[in-house]
C-alpha cells in the first residue's frame, strides 16, 4: 500500500507570527509531510520575519504563493532564504505519485495578475507534473463560480479553465476570509478553502 502524504494546508496568515508558530507546532503534532501557504502570508509587506522560519525549525517543507497582500518577489526572497522552502508559483512539486503545481496573486492588489496569467501560469506548472496520479492545484484566489463567490468577490476565470482544463483531484485557494472550511466538488475536483486555522489533507 502506498503511503498518503499528509498535508498542512493555510491561508492568509497576514503577517501573524503567533499563529505561524502555532500552525508549526500543529505541524510537528500532527506529523504532516509538507505545508502549503497558499498566499497572503504578509499584511502588506510589512515584516516577513517569523512566518515561515517557524515550520523550517520544525523540518517541515514548506510550499509558498504570493497572494494580494505581496509581491511575488517577496515569496521568491522566502524560497532562497530558506531552502526547504519552494516557491510554486509557475512551478511544481512531486513527491512519489503526487504533483502539486500553482499560481499565486490576485486579480488586484500589489502583483495584479490578469486571467490570461493565471491560465498560462498554471498551464506551465501543470506541464511539470502532468503524469502524475493524483495532483493537488494551488492557488490564492478561488475559481469563477464558485462557492466563495457568495462574498461578492468574482472568481477567476483562468483559474476556472485550468481546473476545468487539468482536472486536479483538489484545487486548495484561500484569499476569501469567510470562506475558510467551504468545500466543494466542481467536476472531480474538490475544492477546499483554507484560512488560518489551517487544514490537513491526505492525499
Not at 493555510?10 to 509538507?34: F, M, P, Q, S, Y
Not at 517569523?50 to 504563493?65: D, H, R, S, T
Amino acid at each position: 500500500m502506498v503511503k498518503k502524504t499528509k498535508i498542512l494546508a493555510i491561508g492568509d496568515l497576514h503577517g501573524d507570527t503567533g499563529l505561524a508558530k502555532k500552525l508549526a507546532e500543529r505541524a510537528k503534532k500532527e506529523e504532516v509531510d509538507l505545508v502549503i501557504i497558499a498566499g497572503d502570508i504578509t499584511n502588506f509587506e510589512h515584516s516577513t520575519k517569523n512566518l515561515i522560519g517557524p515550520f523550517v525549525k520544525e523540518k517541515k517543507p514548506v510550499l509558498i504563493i504570493h497572494g494580494n497582500h505581496e509581491a511575488l518577489a517577496t515569496v521568491d526572497f522566502l524560497s532562497q532564504l530558506y531552502p526547504s522552502t519552494k516557491n510554486l508559483h509557475g512551478y511544481s512539486f512531486s513527491k512519489g505519485d503526487l504533483g502539486i503545481f500553482g499560481c499565486g496573486g490576485a486579480d488586484f492588489g500589489i502583483s495584479p495578475m490578469s486571467e490570461t496569467g493565471f491560465f498560462k501560469t498554471l498551464k506551465k506548472a501543470h506541464d511539470g507534473i502532468k503524469d502524475k496520479t493524483t495532483k493537488i492545484m494551488v492557488t490564492h484566489m478561488h475559481p469563477y463560480k464558485s462557492k466563495a463567490e457568495f462574498s461578492g468577490f468574482r472568481g477567476s476565470k483562468g483559474i476556472r479553465k485550468a481546473l476545468d482544463e487539468f482536472k486536479p483531484d483538489v484545487l486548495i485557494s484561500g484569499h476569501i476570509h469567510e470562506a475558510e472550511g467551504i468545500e466543494e466538488r466542481i467536476g472531480k475536483t474538490k475544492i477546499i478553502n483554507v484560512g488560518k486555522k489551517g487544514k490537513i489533507i491526505e492525499l
